[in-house]
């Protein structure tokens, strides 16, 4: 029987981090994910922030250009231009991204296991048995700590007992080639309840690829249908390539904020598994960066000397309160259900203070209240 320190289930941004930063502290560490490749079904857009972006050093190739303007579209397509004087997005050619943070990942000495699926775990006097099933085969690895990095319906939640993702939207979208063009790089954002109920319509365009998408709650709409209505009149604002999609994407995004209960002396969960996730723009990039490190940090020093007590600074109740006016106001997007409540919160965004708060939303560096920052070393490989 195989036995690790640390045993990770999912490889996304958070577990691939969390992992390599765990070997990096001399851990062993096991990552699992049920893919075979990390750059096949892609479910985020890729956007990360400029706080982001300029605490964490990722790679220049795994970055398009810079996007610092924001056009927002109202149900009627009255327009509010936002513009910054920062570097404020870059979206991530993920695919490429992940393999990179897998490859330094293995460079730090994680054991990398794909195409292997997370059967369950049961407690065991020296932390967990895991039982995993590559191609039909199961086997039982001895973990001494869990981390649960599969996502929003986590399974490695269940098996842990800790709390589980309640409140989520959906969200598709399709990838594109960008057409050349004169106009600078920009994220279109359509506010309209009747293609994206409870969240937004998007067309990123960097002028490398553009991520034409809809998001809202999946009792609401039809996603692939609102996907399309978009493409259909999205063209009339926005240059839209006419080839196919280089793409397709879509998922769940958990938006009811950072979990109550996301660790205990088993284990813990980390990115959407655990919540760590906007509720009001959904992103998660962010989120998932910060909170891994935390994650590595905080299960280094319990697998140290197993004292509870360094688990604490991972309790979710904390972050859970400085979320609150952040699922305050995503209560009240949530209950923009007809396109004249969206048009009349559109025109009052356009006004003093709600203009400012508009910006704040898109240029803020608020995006996660976790001040921790990569460890030492870079959560990508550079080279």
């Not at 699992?32 to 790679?59: C, M, Y």
């Not at 399309?228 to 926005?238: I, K, M, N, S, T």
């Not at 025109?347 to 910006?359: A, K, M, Y």
Request: charged residues 25%; neutral net charge.
């Amino acid at each position: 029987m195989d036995s690790v320190d640390v045993l990770v289930v999912g490889a996304g941004l958070a577990g691939l981090n969390t992992a390599r930063w765990l070997a990096q502290r001399g851990r062993r560490v096991m990552l699992v994910d049920r893919k075979p490749r990390l750059d096949q079904s892609i479910h985020t857009t890729g956007i990360f922030v400029r706080r982001t972006l300029e605490d964490f050093e990722l790679p220049e190739d795994c970055l398009g250009p810079v996007v610092r303007d924001v056009r927002l579209y109202s149900p009627r397509r009255r327009t509010m231009e936002l513009s910054s004087p920062h570097d404020e997005f870059r979206v991530g050619k993920m695919g490429r991204l992940y393999l990179r943070t897998l490859e330094a990942a293995i460079g730090a000495g994680v054991d990398w296991r794909p195409n292997c699926l997370f059967v369950g775990s049961r407690e065991h006097a020296h932390g967990s048995l895991v039982d995993l099933e590559i191609a039909g085969t199961r086997q039982t690895v001895e973990a001494r700590f869990l981390v649960g990095a599969d996502g929003a319906n986590s399974r490695v939640a269940r098996d842990l007992q800790l709390s589980q993702n309640r409140h989520w939207i959906v969200g598709v979208e399709e990838v594109y080639a960008s057409r050349t063009t004169d106009e600078s790089p920009c994220l279109h954002c359509f506010l309209d309840p009747r293609i994206a109920p409870g969240y937004i319509a998007w067309d990123a365009d960097d002028g490398e690829e553009v991520h034409l998408g809809v998001g809202g709650y999946a009792n609401r709409f039809e996603p692939h249908a609102a996907l399309a209505r978009l493409r259909e009149e999205a063209g009339r604002y926005v240059s839209l390539p006419d080839a196919e999609p280089l793409e397709r994407r879509g998922g769940r995004i958990p938006v009811g904020g950072v979990l109550r209960r996301i660790v205990n002396r088993r284990g813990l969960l980390v990115g959407d598994a655990a919540g760590a996730v906007s509720p009001l723009t959904a992103g998660g990039l962010d989120p998932c960066l910060r909170q891994a490190a935390l994650a590595a940090e905080v299960a280094d020093a319990y697998l140290g000397d197993a004292r509870e007590t360094h688990l604490a600074p991972y309790q979710g109740v904390p972050f859970r309160r400085r979320f609150l006016v952040r699922r305050i106001l995503r209560w009240g997007l949530a209950e923009v259900r007809q396109p004249w409540m969206a048009e009349a919160a559109f025109r009052l965004l356009q006004l003093p203070p709600f203009d400012e708060l508009t910006r704040r939303v898109f240029f803020g560096r608020g995006s996660f209240p976790l001040e921790i920052t990569a460890p030492a070393s870079s959560p990508t490989a550079t080279g």
